[in-house]
């Protein structure tokens, strides 16, 4: 089934089954990845997995998913590297809070997000607008990527895993996500990524801004990208298709779904900064001519 949601008349939308529907939205910047993968990686990640849980979902549950287009809105804590395309956390928060309350004055009440950036500004202003919109209407939404990328999901594979302890530091544009987009489709990434340098840094200096951009240097990535594989990322993104599937069956279930509906950095109340006009605003970098 999987229909686009935006396709159907608004006397279609208001017949469907809204017990035993399920809608999908996808949030994610268009941002610089680095040298070698496109702005619009993370858009490109949120619909590979938003399509494979959808599949999985429908032949889980007697239920039919619908999904809308994906929303190019999104937060983030660097925000002045060249190509990036950012919000601030309060937009990005009321962007996808109206997204929300108006899915559920459709009558919608299993509504999932896909926020596909793992930056903490995000899945934070996400959750937020998650939780208002819970508070208003009955607990209808869930953001479950947060969790998944803190690792609530369904455990990596072996191979992964051993990656992952071999080069751990690998927050943007590195292996990670480059496995991911050769496997979804090897065009997307530029020859050359091989040829790439290691860039690093801890994950207490990730919450500093001018440290990332330290890290991201002249490159724009931090990690390996050299270690790239499309096995790796057949594995990543089944591993991500498995979790936010398990997820939304729970959820649509309203059993078992607790752990991927709280992102466990939401409590460091320094993250929410960026709520804060004098802290939240963009940081833009305007090219000399």
Known sequence: MMK????????????????????????????????CLPLATDLLEGEHWCRGAMAKVEAALDAGCYYL???PVAAASVTEFYGSVHFTMRTTCEVARGILESLCC????????????????????????????NRKYGVRVIAP??????????????????????????????????????????????????????????????????????????????????????ELGRQLNGNCIDSLCDAVVCFYRRSGYQKYARYPLYRILPLHLGFLGVFGRVRRSKEGR
């Open 145 to 230: 990527m947060g969790p998944i990328f803190m690792g609530a999901g369904t455990g990596q594979a072996e191979a992964v895993e051993r990656v992952m302890q071999e080069h751990a530091d690998d927050y943007h544009a590195g292996w990670v996500e480059s496995s991911c987009l050769l496997d979804m489709d090897g065009g997307y990434v530029r020859d050359g990524y091989r040829q790439l340098p290691d860039t690093g840094i801890s994950d207490r200096d990730m919450i500093f801004r001018k440290r990332q951009l330290a890290a991201m240097g002249v490159y724009g990535h931090i990690g390996s990208p050299r270690f790239a594989t499309a």
């Open 69 to 71: 287009p994906a929303f």
């Open 4 to 35: 686009d949601l935006s396709l159907l008349t608004w006397k279609e939308v208001r017949a469907l089954d809204k017990d035993r529907s399920i809608v999908f939205v996808v949030l994610a910047p268009i941002e610089e990845h680095g040298c």
């Open 106 to 133: 459709m009558g919608f009440r299993h509504i999932v997000v896909i926020a596909s950036h793992a930056d903490p500004q995000h899945q934070i202003a996400v959750e937020k607008a998650v939780r208002k919109v």
